[in-house]
């Protein structure tokens, strides 16, 4: 791969060597295969296609200052793949199966990995489906799973660099007792008109409410939001957003940082008392935010200096990713290490 120009990834598809696979199907579910081809073929009547049974993860794997490819809280993601699952009634991955195939997918496409210092990582994006015919809106009875994965760069343009961010009124991501809070497709088929649109004028992406009052945030497009005011990490707590796993680790690393954690309900208006801002997520990382307006209401909130990332936001960025590329003491034993 000596031709690739890693540091000037997008983070979208590229074409890598193998995917991996397994079927449920008559109760059980199948060997994980290796598979060359990129598409899939299914029945007309699969309930992924129809009933939106599906359901999708995301996660790392990085090449370290020591040449060896870690994969960042894969058992993580292999829970949070059951979650999904369970919420749209899929049979669910067996977490040893989810595990073996990230590890097999990410060996079998060794040369795709970036090499240590580009900043690039190798994206895996497992996925479920329903593929057993219903035309009644019922679960199927067979399943396929698969992962593939892509070298990527930074989710927004911009890399560890401040964004500015929308808040809409006029649509909702995901109802309080909806699917907000699962990793289906239909939560960002939902969010597509806003974000098309954010992007349209001008903004990264969208910062959706709380669909029921209007008033607290939720989530920060394909990312969890977070604020620093003071000594305090802040992170809305809602039955409707996906439980990150970067957040997660952001919090732990912010706590053993000395930093007071608060996982609560956070008002928009007090956008206007916070320090630092941002979002994170696996693709997204940590993206500061130095704007935030608020289309309808046409308030306009700025953090810091614009174009500049805050202090703490920069300590958090560069403690995870250390971790994450084996610069920094693993202590929580967050990596996998593929052998
Ligand atoms: N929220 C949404 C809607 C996402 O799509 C993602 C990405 O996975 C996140 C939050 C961040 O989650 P994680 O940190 O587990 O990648
Ligand atoms: C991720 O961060 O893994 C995501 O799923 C975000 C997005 C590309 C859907």
Redesign the pocket.
Known sequence: MENLNWAELPFGYFKTDYNVRAYFKNGKWSELEACTDETITMHMAATCLHYGQQAFE?LKAFRGVDGKIRMFRLEENAKRMVYSANGVKMQPVPEDLFMEACKKVVKLNEKFVPPHGTGASLYLRPLLIGTGGQVGVKPADEYTFMVFVCPVGPYFKTGFKPVKMQIVRDFDRAAPLGTGTY?VGG?YAASLQASVRSQAEGFATVLFLDAKEKKYID?AG???FFAIKGNEYITPKSSS??R????MSLRELAADMGLKVTERSVAVEELADFEEVGA????AVITPIDEIVDRELKTVYKFGEEGVAGKVSTQLYERLTGIQKGEVEDKFNWNTIVE
């Open positions: 995301g990793k939560n989530e394909p990312a969890n957003i996906l990150s796993i970067t957040n994170c997520g696996t693709a």
